[in-house]
């Protein structure tokens, strides 16, 4: 069965340094790997994907993740927080070929001005 | 392009009763899936519907249920409803045809409380 672990509740980082929020994940096939993000209120946003390829995916807003198959980690990294990447972030996987993706408990990114 | 539509927004039931909530997807998406979001237990999967049937179900009781029609559109129930149903509820949708690469479009959510 799939899953994904977030072990942090919560990060606390100063506005300009760089932040990582964790994941990990548990599927039988190939992974898809996605990072999304939720402003309070709202539904979720798309930031990034991993499919296959580059271990390391660009996505929106400055956001990148590392795909280590080897950890079976997809950190999800920026190298300068802003004040308003200060959100709700989710870790997701859907096995390759399937179509029911699980997402993890979520990370609250709080960024200090 | 209009994104997913979730009515209603907001919703106050009390316990015993039934809810049903609607899901427009994106044009051209035909696949639905939906999530029950709380704060202790993070986003669960509920179901997912293609092509007006159900083709994934997460660990929920009989009491959830949904379907989907012809035109895609979506809606899910909840019958006798317990305090522990209070959550928000959000629809996704993808195309699930060539090309999908995976990355689903949610809409606001709907947001039940029950008394």
């Known amino acids: 069965a799939q899953s994904v672990a977030q072990p942090e509740d919560q990060v606390n980082v100063a506005e300009g340094n760089p932040l990582t929020v964790k994941c990990t994940y548990s599927?039988?096939?190939?992974?898809?790997l996605f990072w999304y993000v939720q402003y309070p209120n709202r539904g979720l946003q798309f930031l990034l994907k991993?499919?296959?390829?580059?271990?390391l995916v660009k996505g929106s807003y400055g956001f990148e993740a590392e795909f280590n198959k080897s950890q079976t980690s997809f950190h999800l990294k920026k190298p300068s927080a802003l004040v308003s990447d200060s959100a709700l972030y989710f870790c997701a996987v859907r096995e390759g070929g399937g179509f029911k993706t699980i997402f993890g408990a979520g990370t609250r990114l709080f960024v200090k001005a | 392009k209009a994104g997913v539509t979730q009515t209603p927004r907001y919703l106050i039931k009390t316990r015993g009763q039934q809810v049903t909530l609607s899901c427009s997807p994106i044009s051209g998406h035909r696949s639905v899936s939906w999530y029950q979001q709380t704060p202790g237990q993070g986003l669960q999967f509920l179901f997912e519907y293609f092509s007006e049937t159900q083709r994934n179900k997460g660990n929920f009781p009989g009491r959830f249920s949904g379907r989907q029609f012809s035109n895609s559109r979506s809606e899910m129930n909840v019958s006798t409803l317990e305090l522990g149903d209070s959550a928000l509820y959000l629809c996704a949708s993808s195309s699930r045809q060539g090309g999908d690469t995976g990355e689903l479009f949610f809409g606001e959510g709907s947001r039940l409380t029950v008394l």
């Open positions: 599927v039988s096939g190939n992974p898809y």
């Open positions: 991993y499919i296959t390829g580059d271990n």
